[in-house]
Each structure stands twice: as C-alpha cells, then as structure tokens.
C-alpha cells in the first residue's frame, strides 16, 4: 500500500506553501472544485464535436413543418457531405456512431466507479484525460488522411466511450470526499454546471474552427482536455486527509437529518443486514444497487438522460434544418445557437440544487422539473420557429428544465445516497453509487441519440414525442420516494411550520 505521501500531487512537492497551515480547509475545498470543474468540462467539451459536424457529414436534409424531402441523388453525386455518412442512411450511421461511444460509455461507467474505489484516483482520471483526449484527436485525423471506413469511426468511439467513463466516477468521489452534507444541493448544482459550460465551450470552439475542416472541430477539444489532464496531475488532492485535514463528512454524519431520503433508509436498512461496511473497504457491485433510493434515481435518470443527451448530439443538427423566422441558419451558427440550451441547464442545475437544499427534498424538486419540462418542449417545437427571440427564450427554458433534474441526480443525489448513513460513512462507496446512477442513465443516453437518427426521418414532431414520453417515464420512477419524502416532512412539521411562518 502507497503511503499518502507518495499519493499527493506533485504540486504540493514543489510548493511546500500549498499545504496546511499555510492553506486552509475552505481554500483546497475551493481548489478542488475548481480543479474538478474544468476536468469535467473538458471532458464535456470534447464530446460536442460529433454534433457540430452532423450537419457537415450527413445528408442536407430540407425540412417543411413536419415533411423531410431529401434529394440525395444530386446530394451524392456533388460530393456534398463525407462518406459513409452522406447516404440515404445517413442519419442512422449518425446514430449508431452516438451509439457506439455512448454504449461503451455506459458500460465502461459500471467498471470505472468499481476500479475507481480501489486506487488512486487522481491518477485514475489522468489516465481518463489523456486517453480520451488523444481518441478525440484520432477521430478528426480521418479527415487528413481521407479516411471514409465505418469502422474506424466507430471503433475509435468506442474506446473514446471507454477512457470518458472514468471521468465521472472520479470527480463526483473526489468531490463527495471534500464536502459534507450541508448545502450539498447547492454546491453540487453550481459544480455541476460544468457540463453545460463544457458544452458550451466544445460548441463555441468546434464551430469555431468548422470552416478549416472539420477535422480541428475534434483535434482541439482533444488537446484541451490533454491539457487540463496535466493540470489535474499536478494539484488535484483526492482526500483532505492526504494533507493533514479532517474529512467534513465525519463531522456532519454525527447529525441525523430526517428527511425524505433517510426516511428510506429507515424503512429499508435490512436489505444490506447487520454487516459492518467499515469506513474504507470499498462497496460491492450488488450491495451498492441494493442501497436505499439507488434504484429508483438511476432509472429515473435513465430516462432523463435519455433526453438530455438527445439534445446534446442532435440540438445543432435540428436547428440546421429547421428554419427559424424563414431564415436557414448555416451549420456554423447552429452550433453556436445550440449552446442557449446549455446556458439554461448551468441555471437549471444551480435553481434545482438551490430548491432541493431549502426543502429538503431531491425526489420532488427533480419531478417538479421533469413534469415542467414537458410543455417547455411542446412549446419549443410548435413556436420555436416563428421568431428568433422565441426561439432562445424557449430554447433556454427547455435546457433549465431538461438539466435541472439530470445534473441534481448525477451529483448531490448520488453523493447523498454514496455516503448515507446506512453504509456508515464508507467514502469509498461513492465512486460505484455515482457510477451506477450514472451509468444507468448513459445506457439510456445511448438509446436517445440513436432512436433520434431512426426517428427523424419520419418528421421532428416524432422525436419530440419520443422526449416528452420518456420524461413522463422519468417521472414515474421517483413516484415512491416523492411519497416518501412528503410524508417525512409533514410528519417532521417543516412545511406546517414554513407555512406559519409565512403568514
């Protein structure tokens, strides 16, 4: 076993001041949020691309209302597009190509959060950044070098899913290893909001660069999360215990919060029996689905992610072939506009965790969202296109509705229900509850993308059926703790007594 010494970044080697007393708690805390955050959003940043480039590499559709005509007989025979993705079938290798990484993703999400609770996950992640960042550049190198194979591209997607997996694990732990639960809602919500700013950012960067070929579109977000890699490698430190500092956690899991998740606990402690987890023996793959409250968010975000990751891989293409006050935008602008999406969803998150914290209730804020979001989207598709301001305004509140709930359950959700009080404070069990969440919900944000390329060319108003139905489905599966989080509350007085406070 490594001692923490020879654990702790280099950093801290070559800058003896970075550590305590010199620095304080609140200060590395901050540290690791900051370091986390733009891990994370590099990660994010580098998976935009593909859907820069859809509208580039598939076939020029032309849509009127809820027709698609497509002349791709002229269009192959002008070279237009990059083969095999110009086809009559362009859409559907589209899909299978989100398909391929996001199903390689989900999978390789179960066995990083269980590797993940057993070594150095700092380096862990490194290996993650760097791993992914050089297949993101080995995607945009098919374009110099003329390559129109089908399996090149999927193959490289598929070991790109594979290395992207361990990011999440890895920063959702580090980050749960450094923060209690109090205001957990909050800081996880404004955290969280490194994936739309990564997205945001792999937008604004991939279409940046799309005129010189869309090769740069993969080779630069590639390089980027390389970079922030090395940055991780140097200062990121996992444990506050590795620099002489308490973990909060201890401190917090003295208190009992009677809430809506705890309440579960209460009422299912005897799936796990008597067996002492111990603090850091690291959770076993079955025991960790058997956990009170695990169950039902990871379907709950299976569904909800589904949608989310709908829109991350085909927002752009949509608002490409649909115009927008009679205006056809270029596929530059497109990917520009998507990003509105993403603007909403950073509000989003912050708005569902700020919620969550003051009633104390993560199930019911995520359901609120998720049933809001469903007129959001019908109102976005039947009048996004009859003005610009229409458009952004309805475009951002599908993004904070659709992300509110999706960034609540993969961060504070998943640190609540990792770090319970029924495990005992096992930290090393975070990494494979968040893992599985997550990777529950990926297995569903492989199926959106691809349902999307089958689905579209029968008309959009199918693929925004397809949304709104997987949402409600969403919704279904947070029914029994919602219930339950409402009746902890009533029985604990803390709406009666908010009430009598407002009067």
Not at 52 to 75: D, F, R, T, Y
Not at 266 to 289: C, K, Q, V
Not at 395 to 418: C, E, H, K, Q, R
Request: hydrophobic share 50%; charged share 10%; glycine share 12%.
């Amino acid at each position: 076993m490594q001692s923490k010494t020879q654990n702790l970044a280099p950093a801290f080697t070559l800058f003896p001041s970075l550590k305590p007393p010199n620095k304080t708690l609140t200060f590395h805390q901050f540290t690791v949020l900051a370091i986390t955050f733009l891990a994370y959003a590099s990660f994010h940043a580098s998976r935009k691309p593909p859907s820069i480039v859809k509208g580039v590499l598939g076939p020029k559709i032309q849509l009127n209302s809820s027709m698609i005509e497509s002349n791709l007989a002229s269009l192959e025979s002008s070279g237009t597009g990059w083969a095999p993705f110009n086809g009559s079938k362009g859409t559907h290798r589209l899909g299978e190509l989100d398909l391929a990484f996001l199903s390689a993703y989900s999978i390789g999400m179960y066995f990083a959060g269980h590797v993940g609770d057993r070594i150095d996950l700092r380096l862990f992640l490194v290996f993650g950044m760097v791993g992914s960042g050089l297949l993101t550049i080995i995607f945009g190198l098919g374009y110099w070098l003329n390559v129109h194979w089908l399996g090149y591209f999927v193959g490289v997607q598929i070991l790109c899913g594979l290395f992207q997996s361990i990011g999440w694990p890895c920063v959702v732990a580090v980050v749960g290893n450094w923060f209690g639960k109090a205001k957990r809602g909050l800081i996880m919500g404004i955290w969280t909001s490194h994936t739309s700013v990564g997205n945001i950012i792999g937008s604004v960067v991939a279409s940046g660069v799309l005129e010189y070929g869309w090769g740069w579109s993969f080779v630069v977000p590639g390089v980027l999360v390389i970079l922030f890699g090395v940055l991780v490698f140097l200062f990121l430190v996992v444990n506050p215990e590795d620099i002489g500092f308490e973990t909060p956690g201890k401190e917090i899991e003295m208190d009992v919060e009677v809430n809506g998740l705890e309440k579960v606990e209460s009422e299912e402690a005897g799936l796990l029996g008597e067996e002492d987890l111990g603090s850091t023996a690291a959770i076993g793959f079955l025991e960790a689905w058997r956990l009170p409250g695990v169950a039902p968010f990871a379907f709950c975000l299976f569904f909800s992610k589904l949608v989310a990751y709908t829109f991350l891989y085909w927002l752009p293409f949509y608002i490409s072939h649909t115009d927008v006050a009679g205006v056809h935008l270029s596929h530059k602008t497109a990917g520009i506009l998507s990003t509105v999406f993403d603007i909403g969803g950073v509000f989003g998150g912050v708005l569902a965790g700020l919620i969550s914290d003051m009633i104390e209730a993560r199930a019911v804020t995520s359901m609120a969202f998720l049933l809001l979001s469903i007129p959001a989207l019908v109102l976005y598709r039947v009048y996004g296109s009859v003005s610009m301001l229409l458009n952004n305004s309805l475009m951002f509140l599908s993004g904070l509705l659709v992300n509110g709930p999706y960034a609540l359950i993969t961060t504070a959700v998943a640190a609540d229900l990792g770090t319970q009080d029924l495990i005992k404070g096992n930290s090393r069990a975070l990494a494979t509850v968040s893992a599985i969440i997550d990777g529950t919900g990926s297995v569903g944000a492989a199926v959106g993308p691809l349902l999307a390329g089958y689905i579209s060319t029968r008309g959009w108003n199918s693929v925004f059926l397809m949304l709104i139905v997987s949402i409600f489905l969403a919704s279904l599966f947070l029914i029994r703790v919602v219930k339950t989080e409402i009746k902890g509350m009533l029985n604990d007085g803390k709406w009666v007594s908010n009430n009598a406070t407002a009067q």
